[in-house]
Nanobody
Framework: QVQLVESGGGSVQAGGSLRLSCAAS????????MAWFRQAPGKEREGVAA????????YYIDSMKGRFTISQDNAKNTVYLQMNSLKPEDTAMYYC???????????????????WGQGTQVTVSS
């Protein structure tokens, strides 16, 4: 059973940066798609970025490109989301998700992921 624990959320002013971490344990397969999703109050959960642990291929929602960067440290079984130039509309609960995959293509769809963390809150003030 894969367990995911997010950290790094907090409050920041617009234009600031945060780095979220997702520590994973309990891997039973060799490769996974790891992703970050977010959910703002009153809105649906949306994908932000994903990474294939096998080769490091990354995927982003177009609106996140250039501001957010997903990366991994395989030695630590940890995935990161570096968020720069934060905007008030980035305020949300951010969730880490995982699914086993032998295919390097990762989809940013909730239905594709069967392991989820508890989330970490990010609040951006103007």
């Amino acid at each position: 059973q894969v367990q995911l624990v997010e950290s790094g959320g907090g409050s920041v002013q617009a234009g600031g940066s945060l780095r979220l971490s997702c520590a994973a344990s309990g891997y039973t397969y060799s490769t996974y798609c790891m992703a970050w999703f977010r959910q703002a109050p009153g809105k649906e959960r949306e994908g932000v970025a994903a990474i294939y642990t096998g080769g490091g291929s990354t995927y982003y929602i177009d609106s996140m490109k250039g501001r957010f960067t997903i990366s991994q440290d395989n030695a630590k079984n940890t995935v990161y989301l570096q968020m720069n130039s934060l905007k008030p509309e980035d305020t949300a609960m951010y969730y880490c998700a995982a699914t086993s995959s032998s295919d390097s293509w990762c989809y940013l769809l909730m239905m594709e992921y069967n392991y989820w963390g508890q989330g970490t809150q990010v609040t951006v003030s103007s």
